[in-house]
């Protein structure tokens, strides 16, 4: 049996229609990937969180899709331990004393507690991440909404 290869995406959002495959060749920025990846890094800037925050709060945007407080709480923990792992890969102080040439003891110091820093990140966002997939998955097998607060 034929697959119908009109249908786009057969179900998988990560797979290309044919026709978004002829269009990408020879274009590695229309690479769907390589173009999620680098937005999803900038997203995570805290410049630019601080700019999205400010552009939300002026125009008022307000989500489609309620969420609960302990997801709010999760996503927006997610999003801070990305921030401080960027905060601490592009440290100003080992990256100044870097490209003004020191070397030794002082440079490794600085790489470590920047390293220190960008890792503490990684560690909260990653904890806070297996929280939050915990909590979306108990509430798809108890077909509740993601709330999680005890009514008394």
């Not at 921030?83 to 601490?88: E, K, P, S, T």
């Not at 920047?114 to 939050?132: C, D, T, V």
Request: overall charge neutral.
């Amino acid at each position: 049996m034929r697959e119908n290869v009109t249908s786009g995406t057969h179900g998988n959002p990560d797979e290309a229609s044919p026709a978004e495959v002829e269009t990408a060749q020879g274009d590695p920025m229309a690479l769907p990937g390589v173009e999620a990846a680098i937005f999803g890094i900038a997203n995570y800037c805290p410049v630019t969180l601080v700019g999205t925050k400010v552009i939300e709060t002026v125009c008022g945007d307000e989500r489609s899709v309620p969420i609960s407080n302990a997801e709010r709480v999760l996503r927006s923990n997610v999003r801070l331990g990305y921030g401080i792992a960027l905060a601490g890969f592009f440290c100003p102080i080992f990256w100044i004393s870097y490209l003004a040439g020191v070397t030794g003891v002082e440079l490794r110091w600085h790489a470590a507690a920047s390293g220190l820093i960008a890792f503490s990140g990684l560690l909260l966002a990653g904890w806070n991440r297996h929280h939050l997939g915990r909590l979306r998955h108990a509430a798809e097998l108890s077909g509740r909404p993601i709330d999680h607060r005890r009514k008394r």
